[in-house]
């Protein structure tokens, strides 16, 4: 058994670790309940946006737009592919930087695989948000890009126009020719699942089903059975949209991010302080077990030492 010294001094370390955890556990609460605030705001703006754009392709067929159209490879060419991957600035927060590392890498290998069987290379490279994600990353063997820095915590929508800016700039200049967005979405308080979406060149499908929720049909932002005249023309409505869609979708997914990094931290501060109360209970029936056995000691020696005497 322990001695009641060292007992002690594992006691005042699991109450130290304890007041620790629970401080971060309520400033995790307060952060997560301003974000979850945010993020109801914001929602309302980058859906619509997500259902328009969808709207606007599901009812004018003949858009032109090179965000909207997928480029064309053959053998021996190269998929050039942007991963924007949205990780934390801290660590502390359970398995959630890990899962977003985690379908990051098997997205980019399951891209090898595919298109080495089309004999087409692969040419990826990763922007990411926060800095545990990069640095995990990183010592994986991954290359993250250093000259891309964004910090992930209470977002703006002014930082969100800029990354979508940087993605449209690169995209239109041929640097890439595939975009996708990587967070984490919040499904309850206690669901939360790393997703993949394809921002650039547009995918309805996938946006429609992280956005737009409920809507199999056209006629999401409008009502349904109506019709719509684009004014110029569709084209030029759509070139608006996608501008404003895309900062739109990116500064939801950063609000989202935010709001799930600051839950999943808060719950991992709830395990650990359970896990310390837990620890409290039974050091305590150590010390007393300690104590009650010195005590015994103590009085054998004391008797002991009598019946010498006599």
Known sequence: MESLNDIKKRIKSVNDISQMTHAMQLVSASKMRKSKQQHEMVSPFFTLCAESLVELHTNAKDIDNPFLQMREKKAGDTWKIAYFILTG???????????IVKITEEHIQKKIMENARKNIKTDYRLYVFGHMGGEKLKKDGYFVDPDFSFPISEPTYYEARNVANIIRAKYLNGEFDLVYLIYTKMESIISMKPVITRVVPIDTKSLKETFVSGAEDAGIALEKGSSVDYYPNANAVFSFLIDTGL???????MVEAFACEQTARMQAMDNANRNADEMMKSLTMMSNRARQARITNELNEIVNGASQVE
């Open 89 to 99: 600035d801290q660590g502390l927060a359970g398995a959630y930087n890990n899962n």
């Open 247 to 253: 900062n739109a979708v990116m500064y939801g997914a």
